[in-house]
Nanobody, 121 residues
Framework: EVQLVESGGGLVQPGGSLRLSCAAS????????TNWVRQAPGKGLDWVSG????????TYADSVKGRFTISRDNAKNTLYLQMNSLKPEDTAVYYC??????????????WGQGAMVTVSS
């Protein structure tokens, strides 16, 4: 059974930082790309960032480029998203998402339950 469990969300002031984690199980984590996707309250899904299976290739949405950093620790079966210089428009539920194959730009075939991030003063 594929499981993706996000943690690390919470309330932060504009300009602050948070680090999200995603604990993966039920599959060979090191052979699959992974992504972060978010959904703001009342809005649709927006892709945020992706990383390939080995961690050597990362991609970002323009809205977060330069502020967010995606990484992974395959020995710990864990995906991370370091979020700096947070803005109110970053407020959303953040989902950890598995790719179908090793590249992060493959189809997304499994989702976590989401972690809420609220950026407000």
């Amino acid at each position: 059974e594929v499981q993706l469990v996000e943690s690390g969300g919470g309330l932060v002031q504009p300009g602050g930082s948070l680090r999200l984690s995603c604990a993966a199980s039920g599959f060979t984590f090191s052979t699959y790309g992974t992504n972060w996707v978010r959904q703001a309250p009342g809005k649709g899904l927006d892709w945020v960032s992706g990383i390939n299976s080995g961690g050597g290739s990362t991609t970002y949405a323009d809205s977060v480029k330069g502020r967010f950093t995606i990484s992974r620790d395959n020995a710990k079966n864990t995906l991370y998203l370091q979020m700096n210089s947070l803005k109110p428009e970053d407020t959303a539920v953040y989902y950890c998402v598995k790719s179908l194959r090793g590249s992060q730009d493959e189809a997304l075939d499994a989702w976590g339950q989401g972690a809420m991030v609220t950026v407000s003063s």
